[in-house]
């Protein structure tokens, strides 16, 4: 529609009318955030001239504390009002800059005029507080937006459906309260608003779609009923986009109950983080909890063992190919990641039920107070029918009772004597103070009698030296978690028996697994495979430690998962509804080319059919078409894959002779994509190594920074990143390197995913070079899709 068109008058009144409520709503709420802020700092200066402070005795002390809690108490509920409005007049700025982006006028059944709903970040309701000018695109009216084209529509509410006619279906894009475009939506058109929005450069940071949602998106957005949604969803097909935006309807259709912390989502590494941390502060919402698996592995494993990470791991896989122990590690690594791997350590559990759980000798001043094979008698003598994490307990009581016996004993053993002589003056009075607190018929005097001042400083150095004793029977490590979990590779009659417990074979390889396990685990290293069966015998031995008040975890880039890590986080969050966001396409990590049913696959067998949903998305929205039509090639099913009809070059493929030759190209295309305007570029390499040499190779003649798995910015500028860092993220324009089949390009069947996964992080443009000639997925019928940029290799060879 044009500027000229009267319908276009009509709506920018409107949104003049629109942006002059938002104005004065914007003004009153400034005065009282600054009123409130006004009032903090007031707080803040003079906290302590309205608080009494007298420590002089008991009574006194209660009385300051608890002067100084309320205190405490309205300062924290002035700052919790003054960051609520704060954030109000955040949402309220940007929508004076743009109050809403579509419109649909419903018909419904039965009525003789069309409602008319304007859609936005927010609602806003009129001066007299009656009619919504803005609807809250999560308002349950807007759903009629996303689902439907003009035409019979109907819509969902709590108090049954609601069938009409959509009449209208009208988008906009508003700038600074000024329409830039305003599109109407027919059957057949295709989405124009879309068009330009995926048509700009990136901003770094990745963008709400909230205007543009599609449908099946928008299915993902706002299920409320499976505990498990898996999407399964094309390179750039916008499942982290989705999963986003389900967190912003979440907050929104459960506020009062459902808080920001109660939501977490598992990104695949902390530069990921940076990336989607501003969509949804963009929203008005605040940012959930966000981590990586490998966070949470380093805070439980992290102190006791030297614990390897993913990339440590991904790396070893792609490069250590000619080191001894490769295969057998490489087989325990696809093995571990199986459902057949659950099952056997929960065979393995259920035999350690009867017997073979490895215990540690408690010891009391360098003696051992009970035998590790003392407890293994006791935990084994308790009813078999109780849990094992209950026995635990049980035996941990028994234990405390055993210590507190030797305690006793210990009074009037010659090591407290000479102990007591040896207090110092601040023990001492420390020891004064503890017994009084302790014996209630302590009386100051108490200390004037010599036998009984030595009597009670005795009784103080016991319980000190006890007390370390007893807070790790507390925490059950008397329990050898480590020597246990060995003995499944070390014992293969154990190994057997846990096999036949689960009802399965052990794998062809297993013997080299259980090598390569052992050696590791014995001078405690965790390999990235072990950690998580390791940490789930843990939790079931002792008990797990669950999560109960996380309502909602996300996981994105699931398909890099375990089996195991999924069946880990189920019991981890018990009260959680998950959802899984995968592609099948980009399982990158050392497990995924297993034949067998690994975690993503297998996450579906862990809930019922009917509590699960699975969702596929194939339109794929990031590339151009050259791109997406480029890279469909690259896969088995990729036919599948429907690009969004947006215009572009074909990528292009450069080989060069030699890595000066490549490099140079490389320098050269750099300076023109930039030149161009492009914010993001990124040179993709296999390998962290590989990203190493190239950034030094580069970095004189270009400005550029290279990424690390510690890097936990996502910027605009030139980037070398190495190929699994750049999961998840795009760049306007992306460079390979190296696209040929040798060993440090992409030449193997098992390279395949990871091919894939790099040339899908291109937006607008994919130059791929390559070093001496092609890589096999880059010969036959693709190569129509690419154009050979022959000209470059020509110049760069005869010069
Ligand atoms: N409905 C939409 N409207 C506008 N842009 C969209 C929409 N859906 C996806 N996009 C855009 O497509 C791009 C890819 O989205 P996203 O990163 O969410 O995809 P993904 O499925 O997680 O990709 P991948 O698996 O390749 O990492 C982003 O730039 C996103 O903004």
Known sequence: MSEREPEWLVEQQRVDEVVEQVERRIE??????????????????????DVTVNFEDSAEMAETFASLKQQAEILSERERTHRHAARQLRTLRKLRSSPYFGRIDFLENGETAADQVYLGIASLRDKADENYLIYDWRAPIASLYYDYPPGPAELQTPSGRIEGELRLKRQFVIREGEIVSLFDTGVTIGDKLLQEVLGRHSDAQMRSIVGTIQREQNRIIRNERSRLLLVQGAAGSGKTSAALQRVAYLLYRFRGTLSADQIVLFSPNPMFNSYVSTVLPELGEENMQQTTFQDYLAARLGHSFKLENPYAQLEYALRAELEPGYESRMSGIRYKATMGFVRLIDGYLGVLGGEGIVFRDVRFREE??????????????????????????????????????????????????????????????????????????????SFDDYDRERELLGQYVVMEAVKPVRARI??????????????????????????SQAGIELPEHWEAICKDTIDRLLVKRMAYEDATPFLYVVERLRGFQTNTSVRHVLIDEAQD?????????????????????????????????????????????????????????KQSYRSTRPIVEFTSMLIPGGSEIEPFNRDGDKPTLTVAADADALEGMIGERLRQLASQGNRTIAVICKTASQSRAVYEALRDGVPLRLVESETSTFEPGVVVIPSYLAKGVE????????????????????????????C?????????????????????????????????????TNS
């Open 368 to 445: 051992v107070l009970v035998a590790g094979e003392a407890i293994g008698a006791y935990f084994y003598g308790l009813d078999r029918t109780i849990a094992v994490p209950n026995r635990m307990r049980l035996t941990a009581e028994w234990l405390l009772g055993q210590l507190k016996e030797r305690q006793k004993a210990a009074l009037k053993e010659d090591w407290v004597d000479a102990a007591v002589d040896l207090l110092d003056k601040e023990t001492y009075l420390k020891a004064y103070q503890t017994i009084r607190r302790q014996n209630r018929k302590f009386k100051d005097e």
């Open 731 to 758: 760049f306007d324009a992306v460079l390979v390197y190296d696209a040929s089949g040798s060993p440090s390009g992409y030449g193997k069947e098992t390279d395949r995913r990871l091919f894939y996964t790099v």
């Open 561 to 617: 998962y375990t089996a195991f890590q999924f069946a880990y986080l189920q019991r981890l969050f018990p009260f959680s509804r998950i959802t899984a966001l995968g592609d099948l396409n980009q399982s990158i990590q050392a497990h995924a080319d297993t034949g067998e049913s690994t975690g993503f696959t297998a996450l579906a067998s862990l809930y019922a059919a009917e509590e699960t949903e699975t969702i596929v998305l």
């Open 760 to 796: 899908t992080r291109a937006m607008h443009e994919l130059h791929l070079f390559a070093l001496g000639s092609a890589g096999p997925f880059l010969k036959g019928p693709v190569e129509a899709y690419f154009e050979q940029a022959q000209q470059a290799a020509d110049m760069q």
């Open 474 to 499: 507390k925490r059950l490590t008397f329990v050898d978690v480590r020597s246990t979990f060995l003995k499944l590779f070390l014992d293969s009659d154990m190994a057997a028996r846990a096999a």
């Open 28 to 49: 009153a709420l400034e005065l009282e955030t600054s009123d409130a802020h006004s009032e903090m700092v007031d707080i803040r200066k003079n906290f302590w001239d």
